[in-house]
């Protein structure tokens, strides 16, 4: 019909579009046009790839296995507990066992490697109050490079060997402490040890009763200093210090910041005032 002759005339300059048996052309280009085209970005893309690759191969020869080859980092490195609890919230009953368990079975879990049995083995015994330094021979590697020994006994009533529920079965829990690692960080001089101090908010000053520390005076000793990294110092025992509360006040909240003390770290920093010292917050429940 003549409406039908319409609608093919319509139809066929769409239809020559995509192919003009004439030109033998398909969408608009010729067999010749198309193949110069996939070509050029074919050429195009590999060459883009072949610089991707060279930029990569360039930059892995600046790394170093061993150690960063840049550190942003903030002057004094975090600080955290063990055991964490929920939120930095150490809350439990002392008559209800369950309510710390948890707490025993983390602090146990994370000190296993601090086994005094396991050190003498892995270790080294170090003389204290000294850097233990291993640099490198030029191009010659020293590594592995060795550790000191930090043996669970050291951390005393906090060890989980005289008392092995930490203190939590009696209202008198212990919290470690540790300082995050960072590679090559000198965190004392003139053989003056970091220590760490903990005392309450000041609205919670009173509720916080005496402390004890272990090793004595809350010491990270130098001897531990510094931190090669995971691959070049494979047995490393990151040192920590154990804080015990002998009398906190019960069935109340106590926030709590403990921080690091040393005459080359600063507490706090502009850029993280958390930044060497770490809060949390201990509600000791009698039932």
């Given at each position: 019909?003549?409406?039908?002759?319409?609608?093919?005339?319509?139809?066929?300059?769409?239809?020559?579009?995509?192919?003009?048996?004439?030109?033998?052309?398909?969408?608009?280009?010729?067999?010749?046009?198309?193949?110069?085209?996939?070509?050029?970005?074919?050429?195009?893309?590999?060459?883009?790839?072949?610089?991707?690759?060279?930029?990569?191969?360039?930059?892995?020869?600046?790394?170093?296995?061993?150690?960063?080859?840049?550190?942003?980092?903030?002057?004094?490195?975090?600080?955290?507990?063990?055991?964490?609890?929920?939120?930095?919230?150490?809350?439990?009953?002392?008559?209800?066992?369950?309510?710390?368990?948890?707490?025993?079975?983390?602090?146990?879990?994370?000190?296993?490697?601090?086994?005094?049995?396991?050190?003498?083995?892995?270790?080294?015994?170090?003389?204290?109050?000294?850097?233990?330094?291993?640099?490198?021979?030029?191009?010659?590697?020293?590594?592995?490079?060795?550790?000191?020994?930090?043996?669970?006994?050291?951390?005393?009533?906090?060890?989980?060997?005289?008392?092995r529920f930490y203190g939590y079965s009696q209202g008198q829990p212990c919290i470690l402490i540790k300082l995050n690692r960072v590679i090559g960080m000198f965190p004392g001089k003139d053989g003056q040890s970091p220590y760490v101090t903990c005392g309450a908010k000041r609205e919670d000053s009173e509720k916080i009763g005496p402390l004890a520390y272990f090793p004595p005076n809350g010491t990270f000793n130098l001897m531990y200093y510094p931190y090669y990294g995971k691959r070049a110092q494979v047995n490393y025992t990151q040192p920590l210090v154990a804080v015990k509360f002998l009398n906190a006040s019960l069935n109340t909240d106590i926030n709590i910041e403990c921080k690091i003390n040393s005459n080359t770290l600063a507490a706090g920093s502009d850029r993280d005032k958390f930044a060497g010292r770490v809060s949390f917050k201990l509600r000791i429940n009698d039932k």
């Open positions: 019909t003549a409406r039908d002759g319409e609608d093919r005339k319509g139809s066929s300059p769409w239809r020559e579009f995509f192919w003009n048996p004439r030109t033998h052309e398909l969408l608009g280009r010729t067999a010749t046009s198309w193949g110069l085209i996939l070509l050029f970005y074919l050429v195009f893309y590999l060459f883009l790839a072949g610089m991707f690759a060279l930029t990569m191969y360039v930059m892995l020869l600046t790394l170093d296995d061993y150690k960063p080859t840049w550190q942003d980092r903030l002057a004094t490195p975090g600080m955290m507990i063990r055991p964490k609890g929920d939120q930095l919230e150490i809350i439990f009953s002392v008559s209800q066992t369950e309510s710390w368990d948890s707490f025993v079975y983390n602090l146990n879990t994370f000190l296993s490697p601090y086994n005094d049995s396991y050190q003498v083995q892995t270790n080294d015994d170090c003389p204290p109050d000294q850097y233990f330094i291993q640099e490198d021979s030029g191009e010659v590697r020293n590594n592995p490079k060795r550790s000191c020994q930090f043996n669970r006994t050291m951390l005393g009533d906090c060890s989980g060997i005289s008392d």
